[in-house]
């Protein structure tokens, strides 16, 4: 069983839908990720959070919308998104500061855009 | 920014064969993970290694952080080894970043 937790496995959605991705780490980590993996791309960097704080926002399409409400939940907001963005979701956590950790992944949301 | 090489791209053997899987780094890192991503895209941590050796079962890594590299060891190779394995950067700073390489897709055939 993960420590990260990711909902739903599986989503497809038309490009007028709003839909969202969610995230929850029972591991106690300070920091959470964001990852998009696209079929033969690396994982690209989408947002990281710290202590709940939006710290790094990678050049992402407004489109996409992160929320972290407290250290354990994170969302991704999904609105009006394109075929293109069709791609493996994966949320991280980890421990940052005193005591850093290795970061652990969840198991993905697989999303087709239709 | 930093940049992170994985070779071979590709590899295929067979069952039993040992394998050496490359990472390089072009800027220092704070720590390295690999990991391995299973078919239905799990990745799955094998080391957190900034520097040394480190075993566990067939799997071994080494990382030298002062020639900015590390490689992961695959010893007889089983077919549930098949997979991407990615090598990934920990860059600590005023936001902490992980940068993966392109992986490494290993085939192992029976």
């Known amino acids: 069983e993960t420590g990260v937790t990711q909902t739903p496995r599986h989503l497809v959605m038309g490009m007028t839908n709003k839909k969202s991705l969610k995230c929850e780490q029972h591991?106690?980590?300070?920091?959470m990720y964001w990852y998009k993996q696209s079929a033969k791309k690396p994982l690209e960097l989408m947002f990281v959070?710290?202590?709940?704080?939006?710290?790094e926002n990678n050049s992402v399409p407004s489109r996409f919308s992160p929320e972290c409400p407290n250290s354990s939940h994170l969302f991704l907001h999904l609105h009006t998104l394109q075929p293109e963005d069709s791609a493996l979701y994966l949320c991280?956590?980890?421990?940052?500061?005193?005591?850093?950790?290795?970061?652990?992944f969840g198991q993905g949301t697989r999303l087709t855009v239709v | 920014g930093i940049q992170v090489e994985q070779s071979p791209p590709d590899l295929i053997l067979q069952e039993g064969a040992n394998s050496t899987l490359r990472c390089n780094f072009s800027?220092?890192?704070?720590?390295l993970q690999w990991f391995h991503q299973n078919p239905w895209g799990q990745l799955i941590n094998l080391f957190y290694?900034?520097?040394g050796t480190k075993q566990n079962g067939r799997l071994s890594a080494t990382t030298v952080a002062t020639e900015r590299y590390s490689l992961l060891y695959i010893s007889s190779s089983q077919t549930t080894d098949s997979g991407v394995y990615f090598c990934?950067?920990?860059?600590?700073?005023?936001?902490?970043?992980?940068?993966f390489g392109s992986g490494t897709r290993l085939s192992i055939r029976p």
């Open positions: 991280a956590s980890s421990q940052e500061g005193q005591g850093r950790t290795e970061a652990f």
């Open positions: 591991l106690g980590h300070n920091a």
């Open positions: 959070y710290s202590l709940e704080e939006r710290v």
């Open positions: 800027d220092s890192v704070n720590n």
């Open positions: 290694i900034p520097s």
């Open positions: 990934a950067v920990l860059l600590y700073s005023s936001a902490s970043k992980i940068i």
